[in-house]
């Protein structure tokens, strides 16, 4: 097993310089995108390969796409991320110069955000439904029972069965509910 060389102390971390940046353009302009392991050394740089890979994926590369997204861009990503979840390499390939961290950042300090102040769920896609917490298995005393058409808990072989409140607000035999209170007010 060969020992990574990032490991290596002499190397550069962190922020990249512009001399740095345009050695790095200049070697991939006359040899091309070769092994990125070897890349650093041949082009006069004190980084590792995997550095180099990534500033030249998502920050140098010509056919990058700068700036804000458009209105379409975020439409899409929106569209494809219901589709798709969060396999941003695949929505990136949709949307030509921008990078899949672009995206992924964008989508987490933008779009999301949106959603959410408008109502609707990031990771399903719906409108976030909630019905007051009124209504979400309210405490019942022994004489509220009676006004939904419930039978009293102390008549043998007989149950009260309480509507379920699912996570969306769903109850779960709100008919029966609604049956046994209207016959009993008959």
């Given amino acids: 097993m ?3 060389s990032c490991d290596i102390k002499e190397l550069n971390k962190g922020a ?23 890349l650093p050394q041949a082009a006069g740089l004190h980084r590792c ?19 804000n997204f458009a209105e ?4 899409l990503i929106i569209k494809l991320h219901a589709l798709l979840g969060n396999r941003w390499s695949l ?5 030509p110069g921008r990078t899949d961290n672009e995206v992924k950042n964008y989508w987490n300090s933008h779009i999301r955000k949106k959603l959410i102040s408008n109502g609707i769920d990031p ?24 006004h939904f058409g419930m039978k009293d808990n102390n008549s043998k072989n007989e149950t009260s069965k309480s509507p379920r409140v699912y996570n969306h607000g769903e109850v779960s035999d709100a008919a029966s509910v609604i049956n046994q209170s209207t016959s009993t007010l008959a």
């Fill in 49 to 67: 390969g995997k550095s180099c890979r990534l500033r030249w994926i998502n920050y140098l590369r010509p056919d990058l796409k700068r700036g």
């Fill in 123 to 146: 990771n399903n896609h719906r409108l976030n439904h909630t019905i007051p917490s009124v209504y979400q298995n309210p405490p019942m005393s022994d004489d509220s029972s009676k």
């Fill in 91 to 95: 929505i990136a390939g949709r949307l």
């Fill in 16 to 38: 990249w310089s512009k001399q740095e940046d345009q050695k790095l353009v200049d070697y991939i302009k006359k040899h091309g995108e070769v092994c990125w392991r070897t």
């Fill in 2 to 4: 060969r020992k990574p």
């Fill in 72 to 75: 379409d861009e975020e439409d």
